[in-house]
């Protein structure tokens, strides 16, 4: 089936310590999202790349970090610079930037202890 | 960045009525789109309406777009406990940015 995956499901970490989100879609889309979502505060850009080997910053990068090497993967590392990683993160894909919809992945749901 | 906001913040209806979500946005955009969040859930696309049209129907859905006022808004008609869901508007500019959206309560 064709689709977006994000694992893991649920990740608990220590504080400190970076983490790495996969995010994979065989969709045969060029562009990538990466989403914070917390309670009452919507969702919120991290990055996003529009085609393999770029990237750029959304509104709240700082503390994150992200590859894209591939067309079907774009993984999300929250590192240990980033004040407050506890949130739920979701991934999604579109076939080009500046128009069409967006397919999400179920999300991954991080907690720093 | 641009950012739509929904409005109310959160809506409890019974079965069968309509639900309308109002959706606002301050600069131009290509698109206006709608998504459904089930709880801990990731997004599903609804529906999509362009800057050059003013209404679009999709099954029980009805989306209007307003571009001169900047607003968009979302009926569900004879809405359906399975309705229940955060509903977000995202104006598409050069990406796609979402609000805090509408939490949508449907009691049977």
């Known amino acids: 089936d064709g689709g977006i995956t994000q694992s893991p499901k649920y990740l608990f970490r220590k504080e400190g310590q970076n983490v790495t989100l996969s995010c994979e879609q065989n969709?045969?889309?060029?562009?990538m999202y990466w989403y914070r979502q917390d309670p009452g505060q919507g969702l919120r850009l991290i990055y996003y790349?529009?085609?393999?080997?770029?990237?750029q910053k959304g509104d709240i990068a700082e503390g994150y970090s992200v590859s894209r090497e591939k067309k079907e993967s774009f993984p999300l590392t929250v590192t240990s610079a980033q004040k407050n990683p506890t949130a739920f993160y979701l991934c999604a894909s579109g076939e080009a930037a500046n128009t069409g919809e967006l397919f999400f992945g179920e999300g991954s749901r991080l907690t720093v202890l | 960045s641009q950012q739509g906001e929904e409005d109310p913040q959160a809506l409890s209806i019974q079965e069968g009525e309509n639900a309308t979500m109002n959706c606002s946005y301050k600069t131009s955009i290509n698109n206006l789109q709608w998504y459904r969040q089930n709880s801990g859930r990731g997004l599903v696309h609804l529906i999509l309406?362009?800057?050059?049209?003013r209404e679009k129907h999709s099954g029980r859905l009805r989306v209007t777009l307003d571009t001169s006022k900047k607003s968009s808004s979302l009926l569900i008609t004879a809405s359906r406990a399975a309705d229940t869901a955060s509903y977000f508007c995202?104006?598409?500019?050069?990406?796609?940015?979402f609000g805090k959206g509408t939490m949508l309560l449907v009691s049977p």
């Open positions: 790349s529009q085609i393999v080997n770029d990237f």
């Open positions: 995202a104006p598409r500019a050069s990406t796609l940015t």
């Open positions: 309406i362009r800057s050059n049209e």
């Open positions: 969709l045969n889309h060029d562009a």
